[in-house]
């Protein structure tokens, strides 16, 4: 089970910081991931981190804004946005893995397990 909390309204340039608690199965064999669907549009890849952690890999929308970080010891994934923008206004989901490889970490139909979905909101 996923459980994504974080999401609000914030200003343009502002910085807001997900979260998302796993539970119910060895943290650290999945590869963890963000995704967001804006209202109209499809769900989109935004960050994830394999399970060695090592790795990172981002949107070029995000990237240079966004990181993702895991603490495996307390089953949690993390995406800290910054210099956020109108359309980074979506909602934000969480999502697992046990099996993805590099190649397609940012497909969404490489990850089987999903949160709820945080919601992010940035006013101008």
């Known amino acids: 089970q996923l459980q994504a909390s974080g999401g609000g309204l914030v200003q343009a340039g502002g910085s807001l910081r997900l979260s998302c608690a796993a539970s119910?199965?060895?943290?650290?064999?999945?590869?963890m991931a963000w995704f967001r669907q804006a209202p109209g549009k499809e769900r989109e890849f935004v960050a994830a981190?394999?399970?060695?952690?090592?790795?990172?890999y981002y949107a070029d929308s995000v990237k240079g804004r966004s990181t993702i970080s895991r603490d495996n010891a307390k089953n949690t994934v993390t995406l800290q946005m910054n210099s956020l923008k109108i359309e980074d206004t979506a909602l934000y989901y969480c999502?697992?893995?046990?099996?993805?490889?590099?190649?397609?970490?940012?497909?969404?139909?490489?990850?089987?397990?999903w949160g709820q979905g945080t919601l992010v909101t940035v006013s101008s």
């Open positions: 999502a697992a893995s046990a099996t993805v490889i590099t190649s397609s970490i940012r497909m969404r139909s490489a990850y089987a397990y």
């Open positions: 981190m394999p399970r060695s952690g090592g790795s990172t």
């Open positions: 119910g199965r060895t943290f650290s064999n999945y590869a």
